[in-house]
């Protein structure tokens, strides 16, 4: 993933390698105020995004994901993935030693939305 960003210095809100929430709410906020960006998500008060900003707080899940909608759209990133697309990409990520943690998060995930069979136990996998 290239760094977008005008500084070099600058970290990629959406690089897995540096993710923070925090970031990702500036860089979704960008020229807007914080009491409109929070009306925009849905009505959060200006030290709420205050404190997602500066990391004191974690924003929901809805929040994440809007910011992320936000950043991928200043990026010109518009088309949705495809399952096949995604797989590949958490691939490619997972397989840094760097990011194992990761790829054991998201394998975890994944296998928690599995759907279930009513009637049939789980198979129990070797760890």
């Given amino acids: 993933m290239t760094n977008k960003w005008p500084h070099s210095s600058t970290p990629d809100p959406l690089d897995p390698r540096s993710f923070r929430v925090a970031a990702l709410v500036r860089a979704a906020r960008s020229a807007q105020n914080q009491t409109e960006f929070g009306r925009a998500l849905g009505g959060y008060s200006q030290p709420q995004i205050s404190k997602f900003e500066s990391g004191e707080a974690d924003p929901p ?33 997972a397989a840094t030693p760097e990011l194992s943690h990761l790829a054991r998060a998201i394998g975890l995930i994944v296998k928690a939305l599995e759907p279930r069979q009513i009637g049939r136990p789980r198979s129990k996998t070797p760890q």
């Fill in 61 to 93: 899940a809805s929040v994440i994901e809007t910011c992320m909608r936000i950043v991928a759209e200043q990026r010109g990133v518009t088309e949705e993935l495809n399952p096949t697309e995604i797989s590949e990409q958490l691939l490619r990520v």
